[in-house]
């Protein structure tokens, strides 16, 4: 289940990082191109100067700029800052990449423990309903736990680490700056609880597979019972 949560954050990010400079722009829409303006000594000489001579061609980039704060990511000095965090990003999914190959030799291998033990299962049972009933509610078992630990265990116990790791290390972060942590913080977070719900409805698929499994020997099971007793 670890790989396979590890592998689907690793098949997403490249939608991560696309995703990324709708994070900025949000970040920039909310915290308003009033208070941009006000914090920014040419911002303020340009809508001076536009109080003066609004016809100036600058102005309308002065007021599409009011009218959505966003537009500032496509500036060249707001690029230079952007790229220096894409930076930072690149270089901690280069380092996530490392491990690629290892968690995906890890699914591999747990795929072909858990045919080995469906063979020891077997070989260890009176005959093959026998095998199937107990792998059956085995696999239901894992399956249920499975599915309460990523659907509900693991985002809990996220949001409230994710919390106190936001309090700690944007505590002093102020403005714009605490309005991005927020909305970054909220984005991986997203993205980490996507990949647990993909894991939590693979085990409930696999609980569904095999309490199904478990009921069919059962049955199967009842009735040949019943057969052989009919004809004593």
């Given at each position: 289940?670890?790989?396979?949560?590890?592998?689907?954050?690793y098949a997403?990010l490249?939608?991560?990082?696309?995703g990324?400079?709708?994070?900025?722009?949000?970040s920039?829409?909310?915290?308003?191109?009033e208070?941009l303006?006000?914090?920014?000594?040419?911002?303020?000489q340009?809508a001076q100067?536009?109080?003066?001579?609004?016809g100036l061609?600058?102005?309308?980039?002065?007021?599409?700029?009011?009218?959505?704060?966003a537009?500032?990511?496509?500036?060249?000095?707001?690029?230079?800052?952007?790229?220096?965090f894409?930076?930072?990003?690149?270089?901690a999914?280069?380092?996530?990449?490392?491990?690629?190959?290892?968690?995906?030799?890890?699914?591999?291998?747990?795929?072909?423990?858990?045919?080995?033990?469906?063979?020891?299962?077997w070989?260890?049972?009176?005959?093959?309903?026998?095998?199937?009933?107990?792998?059956?509610w085995?696999l239901?078992?894992s399956?249920?736990?499975?599915f309460l630990?990523?659907?509900?265990?693991?985002?809990?116990g996220?949001?409230?680490?994710?919390?106190?790791?936001?309090?700690?290390?944007?505590?002093?972060?102020?403005?714009?700056y605490?309005?991005?942590?927020?909305?970054?913080?909220?984005?991986?977070?997203?993205?980490?609880?996507?990949?647990?719900?993909?894991v939590?409805?693979?085990?409930?698929?696999?609980?569904?597979?095999?309490?199904?499994?478990?009921?069919?020997?059962?049955v199967?099971?009842?009735?040949?019972?019943?057969?052989?007793?009919?004809?004593?």
């Amino acid at each position: 289940m670890v790989s396979f949560f590890a592998l689907g954050l690793y098949a997403g990010l490249d939608d991560f990082k696309a995703g990324l400079p709708g994070v900025v722009q949000d970040s920039l829409r909310e915290y308003g191109a009033e208070r941009l303006i006000a914090e920014s000594p040419e911002l303020q000489q340009a809508a001076q100067l536009c109080r003066v001579n609004p016809g100036l061609k600058e102005c309308e980039q002065l007021e599409a700029f009011q009218q959505d704060p966003a537009i500032l990511l496509e500036q060249p000095q707001f690029q230079e800052q952007y790229q220096q965090f894409q930076q930072q990003i690149d270089l901690a999914i280069e380092q996530a990449e490392q491990y690629r190959e290892q968690t995906q030799l890890a699914f591999y291998g747990g795929i072909g423990l858990l045919f080995f033990g469906i063979l020891l299962v077997w070989l260890g049972s009176a005959g093959f309903l026998a095998a199937g009933k107990t792998l059956g509610w085995s696999l239901g078992f894992s399956g249920l736990f499975s599915f309460l630990l990523y659907q509900y265990g693991l985002p809990a116990g996220l949001d409230v680490a994710g919390k106190q790791l936001l309090e700690n290390l944007t505590g002093s972060l102020s403005g714009l700056y605490g309005i991005l942590a927020d909305h970054a913080y909220l984005y991986v977070v997203g993205f980490v609880q996507e990949g647990l719900t993909r894991v939590a409805y693979l085990a409930l698929g696999i609980m569904v597979a095999g309490l199904a499994l478990w009921m069919i020997c059962w049955v199967v099971e009842k009735q040949r019972f019943k057969k052989a007793v009919t004809r004593k």
